[in-house]
T-cell receptor
Framework: GDSVTQMEGPVTLSEEAFLTINCTYTATGYPSLFWYVQYPGEGLQLLLK?????DKGSNKGFEATYRKETTSFHLEKGSVQVSDSAVYFC???????????FGTGTRLQVFP | EAQVTQNPRYLITVTGKKLTVTCSQN?????MSWYRQDPGLGLRQIYYSMNVEVTDKGDVPEGYKVSRKEKRNFPLILESPSPNQTSLYFC?????????????FGPGTRLTVT
Protein backbone atom coordinates (compact mmCIF):
# COMPACT_ATOMS: atom_id res chain seq x y z
CA GLY A 1 0.00 0.00 0.00
CA ASP A 2 0.89 3.65 -0.08
CA SER A 3 3.44 4.78 2.46
CA VAL A 4 5.84 7.54 3.46
CA THR A 5 9.37 7.09 4.83
CA GLN A 6 11.20 9.88 6.64
CA MET A 7 14.68 10.09 8.03
CA GLU A 8 14.88 9.41 11.73
CA GLY A 9 15.67 12.23 14.06
CA PRO A 10 16.46 14.13 15.96
CA VAL A 11 18.22 16.45 13.58
CA THR A 12 20.35 18.84 15.58
CA LEU A 13 21.66 22.03 13.96
CA SER A 14 23.16 25.34 14.90
CA GLU A 15 21.30 28.50 13.99
CA GLU A 16 21.83 29.56 10.33
CA ALA A 17 22.82 26.04 9.24
CA PHE A 18 21.37 24.41 6.12
CA LEU A 19 18.57 21.93 6.68
CA THR A 20 17.57 18.85 4.74
CA ILE A 21 14.98 16.36 5.94
CA ASN A 22 14.59 13.41 3.60
CA CYS A 23 11.22 12.00 2.60
CA THR A 24 10.48 9.25 0.11
CA TYR A 25 7.15 7.74 -0.77
CA THR A 26 5.51 4.70 -2.28
CA ALA A 27 2.25 5.26 -4.13
CA THR A 28 0.40 4.31 -7.26
CA GLY A 29 -0.54 7.04 -9.65
CA TYR A 30 0.10 10.67 -8.79
CA PRO A 31 -0.36 11.53 -5.13
CA SER A 32 -0.30 15.00 -3.64
CA LEU A 33 2.58 15.59 -1.23
CA PHE A 34 2.71 17.68 1.92
CA TRP A 35 4.93 18.78 4.76
CA TYR A 36 3.24 19.47 8.08
CA VAL A 37 4.93 21.01 11.13
CA GLN A 38 4.08 20.44 14.79
CA TYR A 39 5.39 22.97 17.28
CA PRO A 40 5.66 21.89 20.93
CA GLY A 41 2.24 21.45 22.54
CA GLU A 42 0.32 22.24 19.36
CA GLY A 43 -1.51 20.49 16.56
CA LEU A 44 -0.11 20.04 13.08
CA GLN A 45 -0.02 22.92 10.60
CA LEU A 46 0.40 22.66 6.87
CA LEU A 47 3.83 23.99 5.89
CA LEU A 48 3.84 23.43 2.14
CA LYS A 49 2.42 21.20 -0.56
CA UNK A 50 2.87 20.03 -4.17
CA UNK A 51 0.36 18.26 -6.34
CA UNK A 52 2.27 17.20 -9.46
CA UNK A 53 5.72 16.18 -10.58
CA UNK A 54 8.38 18.93 -10.56
CA ASP A 55 6.16 21.26 -8.53
CA LYS A 56 8.02 23.14 -5.81
CA GLY A 57 6.18 23.98 -2.62
CA SER A 58 7.54 26.81 -0.50
CA ASN A 59 6.65 28.69 2.67
CA LYS A 60 8.52 30.54 5.43
CA GLY A 61 11.87 29.87 3.73
CA PHE A 62 11.23 26.12 3.48
CA GLU A 63 11.12 24.39 0.09
CA ALA A 64 10.41 20.92 -1.25
CA THR A 65 10.30 19.66 -4.83
CA TYR A 66 8.07 16.80 -6.00
CA ARG A 67 10.48 14.36 -7.68
CA LYS A 68 8.59 11.54 -9.32
CA GLU A 69 11.69 9.86 -10.76
CA THR A 70 13.15 9.39 -7.26
CA THR A 71 9.76 9.33 -5.45
CA SER A 72 11.05 11.97 -3.06
CA PHE A 73 9.91 15.21 -1.47
CA HIS A 74 12.85 16.39 0.64
CA LEU A 75 12.39 19.43 2.85
CA GLU A 76 15.11 22.12 2.74
CA LYS A 77 15.82 25.47 4.32
CA GLY A 78 18.88 27.57 3.72
CA SER A 79 19.26 29.06 7.18
CA VAL A 80 17.38 27.65 10.15
CA GLN A 81 16.37 29.59 13.24
CA VAL A 82 15.79 28.48 16.81
CA SER A 83 12.08 29.08 16.20
CA ASP A 84 12.10 26.32 13.55
CA SER A 85 12.55 23.70 16.26
CA ALA A 86 9.58 21.37 15.84
CA VAL A 87 8.55 17.98 14.51
CA TYR A 88 8.15 17.79 10.73
CA PHE A 89 5.84 15.28 9.06
CA CYS A 90 5.89 14.31 5.42
CA UNK A 91 2.52 13.12 4.11
CA UNK A 92 0.84 12.03 0.92
CA UNK A 93 -2.72 11.97 -0.32
CA UNK A 94 -3.32 9.26 -2.94
CA UNK A 95 -4.76 10.52 -6.20
CA UNK A 96 -8.50 11.15 -6.14
CA UNK A 97 -8.92 10.14 -2.49
CA UNK A 98 -9.57 11.97 0.74
CA UNK A 99 -6.99 9.96 2.65
CA UNK A 100 -3.83 11.41 4.19
CA UNK A 101 -0.92 9.11 5.02
CA PHE A 102 1.78 10.42 7.34
CA GLY A 103 5.39 9.52 7.88
CA THR A 104 6.67 8.99 11.40
CA GLY A 105 7.94 12.54 11.81
CA THR A 106 11.42 14.05 12.22
CA ARG A 107 12.28 16.19 15.21
CA LEU A 108 14.43 19.23 14.45
CA GLN A 109 16.35 20.93 17.24
CA VAL A 110 18.10 24.21 16.48
CA PHE A 111 20.54 25.69 18.98
CA PRO A 112 21.77 29.29 19.14
CA GLU B 1 -11.12 32.91 13.97
CA ALA B 2 -11.15 29.70 11.93
CA GLN B 3 -10.30 26.82 14.20
CA VAL B 4 -10.78 23.25 15.30
CA THR B 5 -11.38 22.81 19.03
CA GLN B 6 -11.07 19.68 21.13
CA ASN B 7 -12.10 18.93 24.67
CA PRO B 8 -10.74 17.95 27.03
CA ARG B 9 -7.08 18.69 26.34
CA TYR B 10 -5.92 16.24 28.99
CA LEU B 11 -7.72 13.22 30.40
CA ILE B 12 -6.69 10.47 32.80
CA THR B 13 -9.16 7.64 33.19
CA VAL B 14 -9.38 4.00 34.22
CA THR B 15 -9.87 0.90 32.13
CA GLY B 16 -13.46 0.35 31.07
CA LYS B 17 -14.87 3.76 31.92
CA LYS B 18 -16.63 5.17 28.86
CA LEU B 19 -15.43 8.55 27.64
CA THR B 20 -16.08 11.01 24.84
CA VAL B 21 -13.64 13.48 23.31
CA THR B 22 -15.42 16.30 21.54
CA CYS B 23 -14.31 18.01 18.32
CA SER B 24 -15.84 21.07 16.73
CA GLN B 25 -14.91 23.19 13.70
CA ASN B 26 -16.24 26.58 12.60
CA UNK B 27 -15.15 26.51 8.95
CA UNK B 28 -18.18 24.69 7.52
CA UNK B 29 -15.92 21.84 6.43
CA UNK B 30 -17.47 18.67 5.08
CA UNK B 31 -14.62 16.35 5.95
CA MET B 32 -13.56 15.55 9.51
CA SER B 33 -11.16 12.97 10.83
CA TRP B 34 -9.61 11.56 14.01
CA TYR B 35 -5.97 10.55 14.34
CA ARG B 36 -3.85 9.11 17.09
CA GLN B 37 -0.19 9.96 17.43
CA ASP B 38 2.21 7.49 19.01
CA PRO B 39 6.01 7.67 19.26
CA GLY B 40 7.72 6.07 16.26
CA LEU B 41 4.42 5.54 14.47
CA GLY B 42 3.49 9.03 13.36
CA LEU B 43 -0.20 9.80 12.93
CA ARG B 44 -2.65 7.05 12.15
CA GLN B 45 -6.22 7.65 11.09
CA ILE B 46 -8.95 6.22 13.32
CA TYR B 47 -12.20 7.29 11.63
CA TYR B 48 -13.25 9.89 9.15
CA SER B 49 -16.47 11.48 7.97
CA MET B 50 -17.24 12.85 4.54
CA ASN B 51 -20.35 14.68 5.71
CA VAL B 52 -23.25 14.50 8.15
CA GLU B 53 -24.29 10.90 8.85
CA VAL B 54 -21.44 9.57 6.67
CA THR B 55 -18.56 7.95 8.53
CA ASP B 56 -15.97 5.32 7.67
CA LYS B 57 -13.11 3.44 9.27
CA GLY B 58 -9.53 4.56 8.98
CA ASP B 59 -6.48 2.44 9.64
CA VAL B 60 -6.93 1.79 13.38
CA PRO B 61 -10.67 1.88 14.22
CA GLU B 62 -10.80 -0.94 16.78
CA GLY B 63 -12.07 0.19 20.17
CA TYR B 64 -13.44 3.52 18.91
CA LYS B 65 -16.78 4.87 17.77
CA VAL B 66 -17.76 8.13 16.11
CA SER B 67 -20.89 9.94 15.08
CA ARG B 68 -21.60 12.92 12.82
CA LYS B 69 -25.04 14.30 13.55
CA GLU B 70 -24.10 17.91 12.87
CA LYS B 71 -21.68 19.25 10.32
CA ARG B 72 -19.53 21.09 12.86
CA ASN B 73 -19.14 18.29 15.44
CA PHE B 74 -17.39 14.93 15.30
CA PRO B 75 -17.04 13.30 18.74
CA LEU B 76 -14.77 10.32 19.39
CA ILE B 77 -16.18 7.72 21.76
CA LEU B 78 -14.24 5.10 23.68
CA GLU B 79 -16.87 2.78 25.13
CA SER B 80 -14.44 0.64 27.15
CA PRO B 81 -11.00 2.25 27.14
CA SER B 82 -7.92 0.11 27.57
CA PRO B 83 -4.29 1.05 28.36
CA ASN B 84 -3.25 0.54 24.71
CA GLN B 85 -5.45 3.50 23.83
CA THR B 86 -3.20 5.80 25.82
CA SER B 87 -2.15 8.26 23.14
CA LEU B 88 -2.30 11.80 21.79
CA TYR B 89 -5.45 12.32 19.73
CA PHE B 90 -6.00 14.90 17.03
CA CYS B 91 -9.15 15.95 15.26
CA UNK B 92 -8.87 17.53 11.83
CA UNK B 93 -11.17 19.00 9.23
CA UNK B 94 -10.96 20.03 5.60
CA UNK B 95 -13.01 21.12 2.67
CA UNK B 96 -12.93 18.65 -0.17
CA UNK B 97 -14.04 21.13 -2.78
CA UNK B 98 -10.61 22.25 -3.97
CA UNK B 99 -7.77 20.45 -5.74
CA UNK B 100 -5.52 20.69 -2.74
CA UNK B 101 -6.09 18.54 0.30
CA UNK B 102 -5.18 20.56 3.37
CA UNK B 103 -6.30 19.51 6.81
CA UNK B 104 -6.72 21.84 9.78
CA PHE B 105 -5.83 20.24 13.09
CA GLY B 106 -7.07 20.77 16.61
CA PRO B 107 -4.63 21.23 19.52
CA GLY B 108 -4.77 17.59 20.60
CA THR B 109 -6.11 15.58 23.53
CA ARG B 110 -3.67 13.63 25.64
CA LEU B 111 -5.40 10.54 27.00
CA THR B 112 -4.00 8.25 29.66
CA VAL B 113 -5.82 5.01 30.50
CA THR B 114 -4.65 3.26 33.66
Amino acid sequence: GDSVTQMEGPVTLSEEAFLTINCTYTATGYPSLFWYVQYPGEGLQLLLKATKADDKGSNKGFEATYRKETTSFHLEKGSVQVSDSAVYFCALSPYNTDKLIFGTGTRLQVFP
Amino acid sequence: EAQVTQNPRYLITVTGKKLTVTCSQNMNHEYMSWYRQDPGLGLRQIYYSMNVEVTDKGDVPEGYKVSRKEKRNFPLILESPSPNQTSLYFCASSSTSGPYYEQYFGPGTRLTVT
